[in-house]
């Protein structure tokens, strides 16, 4: 399967897909219609069914799978599928929700198996107990759900695999420069956004929860750190504040959530690398979509830039390549 995000403008397309989201408007000419993102693997696009009835609205919801065939078109510099006809997928169907799922390029067993070699290079007892309960407690939803809703990484796994790619990212910073604490560092990168699987709904049609609204995942984790050291009798070590300051300060900026700027090293890199980590998730999933030559989209996350694709990059749609698993892999 080609996958939606490699589609071109003008090329035609009948295939099943995944109903990511959808928000019910009203046309000019009062007829209700529906904007629904549809999904699969390769990424997602915004579709609109026009005078759509009770019926429509009822079967077409997120989560749902459906076999659509439409043409791509350009509205306002974005890619949009022209829906022709649409259906709900049925039994008789050979398709599975899973296999539409975005996904991060590593199963979660090889991800489980790389942060637990990371976890293993903590020495700091303190440091190392604790993240390890940390991990331990919120062991399954960590390596399923994604590290946003929307902006970065928001694909199953996408929180872990975020978490690995920092790591590292980080080891080859830590060689750079020996004075940093990758004790430190590591188990700053594991627990920075953990917080998140109680800020966000979930792995399918990922939302923000009430905790999520009115907390945020920096604050809850800053609790969560505390309550666990305090289970642990390990409350009162400086180790533990340490790492509270580092989840605290990874935003770097107020504006960001962050109350406290990066006031060590270690806190500083971590905010450094979950940065460009980011970003360059982003870019990628941007630039992949763009011919050669040309200039994606604008993208909101970064001040509604638009990215110019070098003419001379290649255009294969190869998936693999806007996630490389990590660093290493690259060297």
């Known amino acids: 399967m080609k996958g939606i995000a490699f589609y071109k403008e003008g090329e035609h397309v009948r295939d099943y897909l995944l109903i990511k989201t959808v928000t019910r408007g009203t046309a000019s000419n009062g007829k209700p219609f529906l904007t629904i993102v549809l999904q699969d693997k390769s990424g997602d696009i915004e579709s609109k069914l026009w005078g759509c009835t009770p019926e429509d609205e009822s079967n077409y919801v997120s989560g749902a799978v459906v076999l659509a065939e439409g043409d791509i078109m350009s509205y306002r510099g974005r890619n949009q599928f022209k829906i022709r006809t649409i259906r709900l997928a049925d039994e008789h169907d050979s398709v599975k929700k899973s296999e539409l799922v975005m996904a ?106 009430l905790p999520g609204n009115l907390l945020g995942h920096i604050s809850i984790m800053i609790d969560e750190i505390g309550k666990v050291a305090g289970e642990m009798g390990m409350a009162e070590k400086e180790e533990v504040l340490l790492l509270q300051h580092m989840v605290l300060s990874h935003h770097e900026n107020p504006e960001w959530g962050s109350p406290k700027p990066p006031l060590f090293k270690e806190a500083e890199i971590l905010h450094i690398l979950d940065d460009m980590d980011a970003k360059m998730n982003i870019m990628t999933r941007a630039i992949r979509k763009t011919r050669p030559g040309e200039f994606s989209e604008r993208v909101f996350a970064l001040n509604n830039r638009s990215l110019y694709r070098p003419s001379f990059d290649r255009d294969d749609g190869d998936e693999s390549s806007a996630f490389p698993s990590s660093i290493e892999d690259k060297q």
């Open 104 to 209: 991060a390029p590593l199963s979660i067993e090889a991800l489980d198996e790389k942060i637990t070699q990371y976890l293993f290079e903590i020495k700091n007892p303190v440091i190392q107990r604790l993240t390890r309960a940390l991990l331990k407690k919120h062991h399954r939803e960590f390596y399923e759900y994604p590290a946003a809703a929307s902006i970065h990484h928001n694909f199953l796994s996408g929180l872990a695999y975020h978490v690995c790619c920092m790591l590292d990212m980080a080891k080859a910073v830590a060689k750079l420069y020996p004075e940093v604490n990758c004790d430190l560092l590591y188990a700053g990168i594991i627990l920075h956004d953990m917080g998140k699987l109680k800020e966000l709904s979930g792995v399918t049609s990922t939302s923000y929860t």
